[in-house]
């Protein structure tokens, strides 16, 4: 982590406890990939195992999300921190809601993968849906990057990432439905299908909302609900 | 709002400023309240007019959100409140998270109405459906007044609701794929319908979370990810 992104303080230790959070949001970050990953190789590779491990494993990202939520108020009351210490809290308080959520859809491409399998031990999706799985674990990673080293320039990259995400979702899914209309018999499993791509669709717009709260860190401006353009001009834009 | 819920502060203006959110908390939730009943109507009586009132009103909730998530980062660091005070803040900024993701969810319930209109202008969904939208809209409603009383019993009360809403649910789903292979042909149209009666689904599970806040504030309790026991034990235990 790069520590230059801290304000020195006079307090050494608080200086260390706005690490730590960092370092815990890493920690989170790491957990929530791990568990992306082997959804979709689960869902990609028909491996029942590593489903369920997916979905037995989720209470852990979710204990994380209450124990650094409740860290961030305790910092807050207890060193009233401002400017750029308060950014870095809420930047920090944020970022592991999007995570516990992007667990949780994880999870649900992990319950998908066994449901499926439970119906058909041969069934393997469509090679565009790992690849989609694969692409927004890229997404997930390059977005707790910039987060680590606080870079915004590498955020709006990341967050450019789901014009691609969305148009691979969209072709996905006209494909599914065609496949839906020629046989009828296969609906119930498309359903499971469908459900796993668009958990893997709101991934993408997680790990964009992340990258928003490194510009919010850094330039001290909300950049959600702008432009891919507005968001690059105030990344690029002089520190305030 | 009962003016209770707030502790007494020796500076009049930091009451009124932590009357100014909840009070705006409340505005931004009534205009959240209202795009889920014009999209529900629009679905239900396939009324195009309304349905575009919807999406074209969406940016109005996610500006309320940018203002006041920013109003609340500037109580924190000027006033750099403890105790119950600080949980009031944290409470504002999760809800209002929330109420900006029911309101995209209600968008989206007016852009499938739109969608399916622009398909077959005699369109009308099953009436369950409808049914579900007002039943997650009385649910806001109802953790929203929770939340302005800063009740835990109510708050508890409606999260349970969550139950109803999510077998509501499941019973339209059933319907929905039953219809699909045995007409093949109503496949897309159906899948407008899937992706609106999902996102009434998540509106009930936006309105449990709401519903956690209120406990939270109140009790200084984290009860995500517990049992609806444990968030009934927790919610008519003593005032720590």
Redesign the interface.
Known sequence: MDKSIFTQHISRQFNEELEDIVNRVMTMGGLVEQQLQDAVTALSEGDTELAERVVTRD?QV??M??DL??EC?HI??RR?P??SD??LV?AV??TI?DLERIGDEAERVGKMALHLLEQDRQASPMAEIGQLGEYVNRMLHNALDAFTRMDPEAAVKTAQMDINADSQYELIMRQL?KQ??ED??S??RM?DIIWAVRSMERIGDRSRNICEYVIYFVKGK?V??TSFEKMAEEATGDRR
Request: net charge negative; hydrophobic share 40%.
């Open positions: 209470y979710n204990a999300e209450v939520d409740d108020t807050l009351a009233q401002t400017a308060l950014r809420m308080i944020k809601t439905l839906m209309k009828p018999e609906i119930p359903m909300d959600r609900h």
